[in-house]
């Protein structure tokens, strides 16, 4: 079964897409490569910001062999520049 | 410790601390826009951030390294929104009962500010 998860986008992956959110299907108990694969699928451009973007949830990174559920609201954070 | 940390627009100020703390240090850095990035001449720096997370992960690493440096109280101010040049876009004041815990907490509250807050600054667009 799919169903969407949901995305927050910042920065200069925000200025890639165009757009603010995102939702993107994914199997539930998907791999970070799974997600990828499909956002991918949809953002060609988001390539370049694979190797540096990190995934978090709740407001909190995850580690890279976190799974990801339907439903869930997904922050993608490029390398950070506050300060 | 009191941790008191906010995002705001508009210039960023820090009302005196009340009350006494028994502080023998107080030190105060403020972070300002330069006016050059990349090598350009700039105006202002446009400052977004993904509010939730920045404060809570600004809040985790104050408790954290309050516990390695145990300070009084610590207030931190990130300005969202544009800044112009030579205006702050950071301002962190730490007080504790000797200044070497307020250094150090300073020091390392700004290096992983700028590894784990997700805050991001762009020069504006023309």
């Known amino acids: 079964m799919t169903a969407a998860l949901r995305l927050l986008v910042f920065g200069p992956v925000r200025a890639q897409v165009g757009a603010d959110r995102l939702e993107v299907a994914c199997p539930d108990s998907a791999s970070q490569e799974e997600l990828w694969s499909r956002l991918l699928e949809l953002h060609p451009g988001l390539e370049s910001f694979r190797s540096t973007v990190r995934l978090a949830r709740d407001g909190e990174f995850l580690p890279p062999d976190a799974l990801l559920h339907p439903g869930e609201e997904i922050a993608l954070i490029p390398p950070v520049s506050g300060g | 410790m009191i941790v008191d940390i906010a995002l705001q627009t508009g210039p960023l100020f820090l009302a005196e601390a009340k009350p006494s703390l ?22 202002a720096l446009d400052y977004e951030a993904y509010e939730p997370m920045a404060r809570q992960q600004m809040e985790k690493i104050a408790r954290e390294l309050g516990a ?9 101010r990130h300005r969202v929104g544009r800044v112009p040049v030579d205006e702050a876009a950071i301002l962190v004041e730490i007080a504790a009962k000797h200044r070497a815990e307020a250094f150090a907490f300073l020091a390392e509250f700004m290096d992983r500010l700028k590894q784990d807050v997700p805050i991001w600054k762009a020069a504006p667009k023309p």
């Open chain 2, 22 to 43: 028994g502080a023998g240090a107080v030190v105060r850095f403020e972070g300002r826009v330069r006016g050059e990035e990349k090598g350009a001449a700039i105006e």
């Open chain 2, 68 to 76: 390695l440096h145990p300070c009084l109280a610590v207030r931190v």
